[in-house]
C-alpha cells in the first residue's frame, strides 16, 4: 500500500519560514489534484491548498500571500512554501494526493509537525 511521506516540519519563531516535501513511498500513477491540509489541537481539518494537474492552484485565505505550493511533475513531489509564519500556522500539516478515473487512488501521508512560537 502506497503512503505518502512528509518532511520539512519543525519549530520556527514567528516570521520565520519552513518547506514540507511530501512524497510518495512507491510508484504511483501521476496525481490529478494535490492538496495540503492542516489540523491544530481541538480543531477541524483545514485545507490550506488545493492544486489541480495543469489547473488552478487555491489557497485558503488565511495562508495567501504567505505560502506557495509547488511540484516536481517528474518526481511526484509536492512542496509547501511557508514564509512569515505565525503562532496560528501552529498545526498537523497533511499532503493529499488524489487520482481520479483510470487507476484512481487517494493517498494521505501521516502529517508533519509546524509548531510556530510567539
Known amino acids: 500500500q502506497v503512503r505518502l511521506v512528509e518532511s520539512g516540519g519543525g519549530l520556527v519563531q514567528a516570521g520565520g519560514s519552513l518547506r514540507l516535501s511530501c512524497v510518495p513511498s512507491?510508484?504511483?500513477?501521476?496525481?490529478?489534484?494535490i492538496n495540503w491540509y492542516r489540523q491544530a489541537p481541538g480543531k477541524q481539518r483545514e485545507l490550506v491548498v488545493s492544486?489541480?494537474?495543469?489547473?488552478?492552484?487555491n489557497y485558503a485565505d488565511a495562508v495567501k500571500g504567505r505560502f506557495t505550493f509547488s511540484r516536481d511533475s517528474a518526481e511526484n513531489t509536492a512542496y509547501l512554501q511557508m514564509n512569515t509564519l505565525k503562532p496560528e500556522d501552529t498545526a498537523m500539516y497533511y499532503c493529499n494526493f488524489k487520482r481520479w478515473g483510470t487507476f484512481a487512488y487517494d493517498y494521505w501521508g501521516q502529517g508533519t509537525q509546524v509548531t510556530v512560537s510567539s
Open positions: 512507491g510508484t504511483i500513477f501521476k496525481s490529478t489534484a
Open positions: 492544486s489541480i494537474n495543469g489547473g488552478t492552484t
